[in-house]
């Protein structure tokens, strides 16, 4: 009598997790489960000074950095981008252009970095991300630099993709800020 009764309510449950127009299977066979989500972090701690050598002149609020995982970088784009969609910004304007775009990208970023390691022993305070505004061939532009496993990388927040800055832009830079 129990084993009829056992069937049948999760026969009920497999009905209406079908009804919910959801696939059984995962539930089933256990192939429904993602793979452990990427860190934003390595184990790696800049201190302030180690930051402002990596990226001279930086603005450096905090005191210890953790370095940017270069896995979690290419997964994030597409958060971010979903969550900037969310909130309805769907195209460039220039009321809401590349700073714009690079402040949201590490502020989304930083939110999610405090959120994971809330309860941490982590030395660090805040990723070691932030915004790199530099005169780019068509003006004053603002992208993303993140000191990561594979060294700096520079971000364009609209794209997503990694951008290769000439020692010239580099040295046009006028404002870093971690």
Same mark, same amino acid.
């Given at each position: 009598?129990?084993? =009829?009764?056992?069937?049948?309510?999760?026969?009920?449950?497999?009905?209406?997790?079908?009804?919910?127009?959801?696939?059984?299977?995962?539930?089933?066979?256990? !192939?429904?489960? %993602?793979?452990?989500?990427? +860190? %934003?972090?390595?184990?790696?701690?800049?201190?302030?000074?180690?930051?402002? @050598?990596?990226?001279?002149?930086?603005?450096?609020?905090? /005191?210890?950095?953790?370095?940017? +995982?270069? @896995?979690?970088?290419?997964?994030?784009?597409?958060?971010?981008?979903?969550?900037?969609?969310?909130?309805?910004?769907?195209?460039?304007?220039?009321?809401?252009? !590349?700073?714009?775009?690079?402040?949201?990208?590490?502020?989304?970023?930083? /939110?999610?970095?405090?959120?994971?390691?809330?309860? +941490?022993?982590?030395?660090?305070? /805040?990723?070691?991300?932030?915004?790199?505004?530099?005169? =780019?061939?068509?003006?004053?532009?603002?992208?993303?630099?993140?000191?990561?496993?594979?060294?700096?990388?520079?971000?364009?927040?609209?794209?997503?993709?990694?951008?290769?800055?000439?020692?010239?832009?580099?040295?046009?830079?006028?404002?870093?800020?971690?």
């Amino acid at each position: 009598m129990r084993r =009829s009764r056992l069937i049948f309510w999760i026969g009920v449950g497999l009905f209406a997790v079908v009804l919910a127009g959801l696939s059984p299977l995962p539930l089933l066979t256990g !192939c429904g489960k %993602s793979p452990p989500p990427v +860190s %934003s972090a390595t184990a790696r701690v800049y201190t302030g000074a180690e930051l402002r @050598a990596a990226v001279p002149l930086a603005f450096a609020g905090d /005191t210890a950095y953790a370095e940017v +995982s270069s @896995a979690w970088l290419r997964a994030y784009y597409d958060q971010f981008r979903a969550e900037i969609f969310r909130q309805g910004v769907t195209k460039w304007d220039q009321r809401f252009d !590349c700073n714009h775009f690079a402040t949201y990208y590490v502020a989304l970023a930083q /939110t999610k970095f405090h959120l994971a390691n809330f309860q +941490s022993r982590t030395p660090a305070q /805040t990723l070691a991300l932030g915004t790199y505004w530099y005169q =780019s061939p068509r003006g004053p532009h603002a992208v993303v630099v993140a000191l990561t496993d594979r060294g700096t990388l520079f971000i364009e927040p609209q794209t997503g993709a990694e951008l290769q800055l000439t020692p010239e832009q580099r040295a046009s830079a006028w404002l870093r800020v971690f």
